[in-house]
T-cell receptor
Framework: GDSVTQMEGPVTLSEEAFLTINCTYT??????LFWYVQYPGEGLQLLLK?????DKGSNKGFEATYRKETTSFHLEKGSVQVSDSAVYFC??????????FGQGTTLQVKP | SQTIHQWPATLVQPVGSPLSLECTVE??????LYWYRQAAGRGLQLLFY??????ISSEVPQNLSASRPQDRQFILSSKKLLLSDSGFYLC?????????????FGSGTRLTVV
């Protein structure tokens, strides 16, 4: 079945460092891809999405490009802030109308 | 605009007691509704989803049940809680077009079974 694999965390960075969180997927068909963010004690919020190959989703300085040839959707940010500390989930839309989530990657940014 | 409400925010319940968590959506009709559980330090586990009133699909056999008595109301229940039921419970809703809109999540309920 469809699946999403994220790099294991926690990822610890200093403020203003470059961030990459890897996400790869396995899917039949042509899914949409999503990144969600979960701040401590809160629900998940949609961060960005891409609905077809080569699309780039972006929001709040974060970017991810839908790469069909490598089945990847890596999350990047050029300069992280302490306020970016959170858990990040990669997800795809399967062909039964549900989202399949990765295990989540914890990001901790130190001042 | 659409909003989703979950309550209570936190709950501490003894083992063997019943459970009822409620989720409601405003500003839309006939949403798809979902219950997820997030155990400490782990990912998201889909428990139930519903595409209409009275229509419930269970993803994982367990000590919990779900009901959808009204179009925009989704309830998670248990007759007797277990210690393993502790976790962070999230409700979510979506339009039928998941590919375009994804899910919108509620703020979650932190359940501790003692």
């Amino acid at each position: 079945g469809d699946s999403v694999t994220q790099m294991e965390g926690p990822v610890t960075l200093s403020e203003e460092a470059f961030l990459t969180i890897n996400c790869t997927y396995t899917a039949t068909g042509y899914p949409s891809l999503f990144w969600y963010v979960q701040y401590p004690g809160e629900g998940l919020q949609l961060l960005l999405k891409a609905t077809k190959a080569d699309d780039k989703g972006s929001n709040k300085g974060f970017e991810a490009t839908y790469r069909k040839e490598t089945t990847s959707f890596h999350l990047e940010k050029g300069s992280v802030q302490v306020s970016d500390s959170a858990v990040y989930f990669c997800a795809l839309s399967d062909n039964t109308g549900k989202l399949i989530f990765g295990q989540g990657t914890t990001l901790q940014v130190k001042p | 605009s659409q909003t989703i409400h979950q309550w209570p925010a936190t709950l501490v319940q003894p083992v063997g007691s019943p459970l009822s968590l409620e989720c409601t959506v405003e500003g839309t009709s006939n949403p798809n509704l979902y219950w997820y559980r997030q155990a400490a330090g782990r990912g998201l586990q889909l428990l139930f989803y519903s595409v209409g009133i009275g229509q419930i699909s269970s993803e994982v056999p367990q000590n919990l049940s779900a009901s959808r008595p009204q179009d925009r109301q989704f309830i998670l229940s248990s007759k007797k809680l277990l210690l393993s039921d502790s976790g962070f419970y999230l409700c979510a809703w979506s339009f039928g077009r998941i590919r375009t809109y994804g899910y919108t999540f509620g703020s979650g309920t932190r359940l501790t079974v003692v």
